[in-house]
């Protein structure tokens, strides 16, 4: 049975061209049980038909406030409602939830309500970037508005841009995952993530690949899950506000976070790609190319997992990653062992589409488990990285101690 069965969900449809593909969102919620409470702007009826989505939801259209049926009709639809979905919510829409106008019966229905509130953005590029437009996102995100980002692609009048209403199944994904029960609530999970960057002088830094994609995914999933997260990242990536970001550039800085904050932690995740070479004196000023090719001297980083494996308090779960290009069980089976962890999810990350920079994966996640001597092996198939951060979650959920009760409870 779908998630998503008997869920009663408020639709809401602002005036945006992408308003045809919220009738798709519409017909795939019903067909996986939920009942579909469809809520019209006026400004959307310029773009799609209230009879378009009276066919296909579970209820007819509802546009007004003074619906003659329901003199509340706002109240009434807010406090039905498990979850409401703004799919597209225009630059209009956000300004004016954020500002707190109940001008219509969308908005209405968003102050009214107190179940959880997904918005879907779409508008032209530069009204998305635009500072307004950030801000009241922003704003929304900090009061504990869900959003589902827009993609880049091609936008109303042949533009192409950031700004595009996600992919519907990317829409339906986000609203299945808000129905995720909070089986972190009460943990303490710290997570890293992106590349380390070891300088050389003040310009030029040693680096790898890492986008830092699956860490904050990780992060998102285990906020999502109730968990209280910390995120020690080199990365700006949007994150929701409730975790809290410790920004770190080199390996020692990410060593020194990293060991603070996981002194207390339930679960611990290295996702970050640590860089494993250093240089032994980054020169103080910027070496001159004219004074021919310097001779940097590496020196190795301090291995962080394998730090946190040592210091490990009893109950807390270590999971750590593997980037590897070959012989991948192996090399994983060999991390597992060396660095103390409880959990390897390693990746070949010269397969296509996979690890570094990708917004998908595919892993497979080598499990140490206390009450047996052997290792479980799983093999997760290429996936969205948010769909693997799931996974590796419940791995680490299912290592729970056997109480029931998060250490730092
Ligand atoms: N790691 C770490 N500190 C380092 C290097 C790696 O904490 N200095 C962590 C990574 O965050 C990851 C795990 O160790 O969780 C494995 O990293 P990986 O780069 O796959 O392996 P390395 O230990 O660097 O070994 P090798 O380069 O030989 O594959």
Known sequence: MSILSGRRIVLGVSGGIAAYKAVEVCRRLVDAGAHVSPVLTEASRHFVGETTFSALASEPVQTSLWDETSPIPHTKLGQGADLVVVCPATARLLGTYAAGIANDLLTATLLATRAPVLVCPAMHTEMWEHPAVQDNLALLLSRGVHVVAPEEGRLAGGDIGAGRLADPAVIIEAIERMFVPPDLQGWKVVVSSGGTREAIDPVRFIGNRSSGKQGHAIAAEADRRGAKVTLVTTVDRPINQSIIQVRVESAEQMRQ?????????????????????????????KIKKDRGVPQVILEPTPDILAALGVVKPAGQILVGFAAETSDLRENALGKLTRKGADVIVANDVSAPLVGFEHDTNQVIILVRRAEADEVDIIDVPLDDKRRIAAVVLDVAASLRPTDGVARSN
């Open 257 to 285: 976070a990293m060991m603070a904050a996981a002194a207390d932690a339930d679960l611990v995740v290295m996702a970050a790609a640590v860089a494993d070479f250093r240089p032994v004196a980054p020169a103080a000023d």
